[in-house]
């Protein structure tokens, strides 16, 4: 049985300006599995934050194609939501009324979706802050509701374009905790592009490196650290040993692409 959710096969990605043309991406080809949550690391304007919003529908190839459950994506929808580095939560909006929004805007907003999404607030901590404007909230408490606001609508895929990149580093780490268990929990397929090499490798259950402009799939790391692999808490996955070689090997790995770019 296939259970491939997400595709981009043989996709490229050409920036056409005044100045000329820019490959973004070439020939890059990569399958995630339902429910697997992948992270993509590359150098510095490999195409990382271009490959997502490929899969959100906002840029479309130059060549190849982009499935999501085996449909091609030929613009935004409901199947795949987008969590941004910036929370983008209204500031004249209160929590429950920000976390509705997105249903809102697809215009699906009911009684029973508007209750989903205030019991995603239950469930996760947050009911007691319903009420309260953004203003109101640690920046670590925007960030989970602003994915509650992208889980509320039910997408298949979930992409993070370095959700935590803003937060001081002990935010960053509870938070990268809380978020890899409720994405544990609610089973979603998710792709995190990061600068990070141990957030990739402390969340994800496989690392994908990406070789410079124009980005292409070079290295793929099937994260195994010794304490129930993929299943294993944050903690105990940044504590092991296979941890640190995994972050040696993509550390040299960047780091030679730093090399060749300045040779270039």
């Not at 935004?76 to 939501?81: E, L």
């Amino acid at each position: 049985m296939n259970d491939t959710k997400l595709e981009l096969r043989d996709v490229g990605v050409k920036y056409v300006t005044l100045q000329g043309e820019t490959d973004a991406l070439s020939d890059l080809s990569l399958a995630v599995r339902d429910g697997e949550f992948v992270a993509v690391v590359g150098p510095s304007g490999c195409g990382k934050s271009t490959l997502l919003s490929l899969v959100a529908g906002l840029v479309r190839p130059t060549s190849g194609t982009v499935l999501v459950a085996g449909q091609p994506v030929t613009g935004p929808s409901r199947r795949v939501g987008y969590m941004l580095q910036e929370d983008y939560l209204f500031k004249w909006r209160d929590v429950a009324a920000n976390v509705v929004l997105g249903l809102e805007v697809q215009g699906r907003l009911s009684a029973a979706s508007r209750a989903r999404a205030l019991g995603l607030l239950d469930k996760y901590g947050l009911s007691d802050f319903k009420h309260h404007l953004p203003r109101q909230l640690s920046g670590g408490m925007r960030q989970r509701v602003a994915l509650i606001r992208t889980l509320a609508v039910d997408p298949e895929v979930l992409l993070l374009d370095e959700p935590f990149s803003a937060l001081d580093y002990q935010t960053r780490l509870t938070l990268q905790d809380e978020i890899w268990g409720i994405l544990r929990r609610e089973s979603k397929t998710t792709i995190l592009v990061t600068h990070d090499i141990s957030e990739a490798i402390a969340m994800a259950d496989r690392v994908i490196v990406l070789t410079k402009r124009p980005g292409r799939v070079k290295t793929e790391y099937a994260i195994e650290t010794g304490n129930g692999a993929a299943a294993a808490p944050l903690r105990r996955r940044r504590e092991s040993a296979q941890f640190a070689r995994y972050f040696d090997l993509i550390w040299k790995e960047l780091e030679a692409h730093v090399g060749e770019s300045g040779r270039g």
